[in-house]
């Protein structure tokens, strides 16, 4: 049964603390991309990443930080840097060069 | 910068009748498209999608249109039905790059 998860569906946090998002994928795909999504802005590219221990900023990485240690994780750790945290964050993976991308069911982080 | 626009924020349409939701790209290198649906407090999920070279790809209810002149393209449902009521995004890529995603369309098919 591949998909992939994202771990917990809702995230509450109190202002000043940092918050790692979990993302894991069992599809086998390379590439690993993390969203946000505010009321009427669509989904705005963060971080992605196209192999293992290799990571790109995407539109608005300021406030946020990645990892990819192995190819069926990549969580986002979002910061206190970050000025405006509350939101919907989407993880999706697809496969090297592909265009379409498979999506978790999101988290929901409010933060307080 | 928005390389890909949905200038309609939302739709309205009966069950029964076709809906035609719309997308606009400035990028000239984009060389795929993507059509997702999005339930509330859910992850997008792909419903189709049609490459540069081709300019009509269907899928049961489902049809996506590409004028590459225009730089347009569009999603028809027919027939449409209730449970089709969802946010709709456009998204386009370059050479299998990331996706550019567009604003999305709410679509409300009303019974």
């Known amino acids: 049964d591949g998909g992939i998860t994202q771990s917990p569906k809702y995230l509450f946090r109190k202002e000043g603390q940092n918050v790692t998002l979990s993302c894991e994928q069992n599809?086998?795909?390379?590439?690993m991309y993390w969203y946000r999504q505010d009321p009427g802005q669509g989904l705005r590219l963060i971080y992605y990443s196209q192999i293992v221990n290799d990571f790109q900023k995407g539109d608005i990485a300021e406030g946020y930080s990645v990892s990819r240690e192995k190819k069926e994780s990549f969580p986002l750790t979002v910061t206190s840097a970050q000025k405006n945290p509350t939101a919907f964050y989407l993880c999706?993976?697809?496969?090297?060069?592909?265009?379409?991308?498979?999506f978790g069911p999101g988290t929901r982080l409010t933060v307080t | 910068d928005q390389q890909v626009k949905q200038n309609s924020p939302s739709l309205s349409v009966q069950e029964g009748r076709i809906s035609i939701l719309n997308c606009d790209y400035t990028?000239?290198?984009?060389?795929?498209f993507l059509w997702y649906k999005k339930y509330p407090a859910e992850g997008p999920t792909f419903l189709i999608s049609i490459s540069s070279i081709k300019d009509k790809n269907e899928d049961g209810r489902f049809t996506v249109f590409l004028n590459k002149s225009a730089k347009h393209l569009s999603l028809h449902i027919v027939p449409s039905q209730p449970g089709d009521s969802a946010v709709y995004f456009c998204?386009?890529?370059?050479?299998?790059?990331?996706?550019?995603f567009g604003a999305g369309t709410i679509l409300r098919v009303k019974s």
């Open positions: 599809l086998n795909h390379d590439a």
């Open positions: 999706a993976s697809s496969m090297y060069g592909q265009g379409q991308q498979y």
């Open positions: 990028n000239s290198m984009f060389d795929y």
């Open positions: 998204a386009a890529s370059a050479y299998g790059n990331k996706l550019v």
